[in-house]
Antibody, heavy 121, light 107 residues
Framework: QVQLVQSGAEVKKPGASVKVSCKASGYTFTGYYMHWVRQAPGQGLEWMGRINPNSGGTNYAQKFQGRVTMTRDTSISTAYMELSRLRSDDTAVYYC??????????????WGQGTLVTVSS | DIQMTQSPSTLSASVGDRVTITCRASQSISSWLAWYQQKPGKAPKLLIYKASSLESGVPSRFSGSGSGTEFTLTISSLQPDDFATYYCQQYNSYSLTFGGGTKVEIK
């Protein structure tokens, strides 16, 4: 069965960076794009970007360009999302989500459990 | 980016009611629209893709329709498990965007 297991909650100071991991199992990791979506407390969903686990190619939402880096390690079927220069409004639950289709369709059928990142001085 | 606007933002309904949620896109997205259900503290769940295709395992009381810029999600007979927040999401453009969400509450 497909599973995405994310790393644990983080507390960071403003200006710091955070790196969240997402370990995939139950399917061919390199066959499906991985997306990252975040949700601030009490707010809606916000797409951050995608990574092609096969090639490592990435595409980021304009809002996060220059601050986000998505990478992967195919040897351990794990995707990473690093966000730098953190601000208080980056406090959110960060989700990894697998693309529904082999390749990239832009819809998400499996999600990680979420990682709460709190940015506070 | 394509803007997605959902209405209403909150909806109060009773078990057995027929419920309709609307999603409008700022430009045509053909049928490249998905709907998700999210319960408190949980990750979203895919319900509908390509505007009207039901994801495997999703009850048939959920249906989607529309194309271009106007879309609807309908729950034919609301069940206790359906009280949740629903989001639409467009995937017509390379940059994906979600609607603001519609919370379905118990009346």
């Amino acid at each position: 069965q497909v599973q995405l297991v994310q790393s644990g909650a983080e507390v960071k100071k403003p200006g710091a960076s955070v790196k969240v991991s997402c370990k995939a199992s139950g399917y061919t990791f390199t066959g499906y794009y991985m997306h990252w979506v975040r949700q601030a407390p009490g707010q809606g969903l916000e797409w951050m970007g995608r990574i092609n686990p096969n090639s490592g190619g990435t595409n980021y939402a304009q809002k996060f360009q220059g601050r986000v880096t998505m990478t992967r390690d195919t040897s351990i079927s794990t995707a990473y999302m690093e966000l730098s220069r953190l601000r208080s409004d980056d406090t959110a639950v960060y989700y990894c989500a697998r693309d529904r289709n082999y390749g990239d369709s832009g819809t998400f059928d499996y999600w990680g459990q979420g990682t709460l990142v709190t940015v506070s001085s | 980016d394509i803007q997605m606007t959902q209405s209403p933002s909150t909806l109060s309904a009773s078990v057995g009611d027929r419920v309709t949620i609307t999603c409008r896109a700022s430009q045509s997205i053909s049928s490249w629209l998905a709907w998700y259900q999210q319960k408190p503290g949980k990750a979203p769940k895919l319900l509908i893709y390509k505007a009207s295709s039901l994801e495997s395992g999703v009850p048939s009381r959920f249906s989607g329709s529309g194309s271009g810029t106007e879309f609807t999600l309908t729950i034919s007979s609301l069940q206790p498990d359906d009280f949740a927040t629903y989001y639409c999401q467009q995937y017509n453009s390379y940059s994906l965007t979600f609607g603001g969400g519609t919370k379905v509450e118990i009346k």
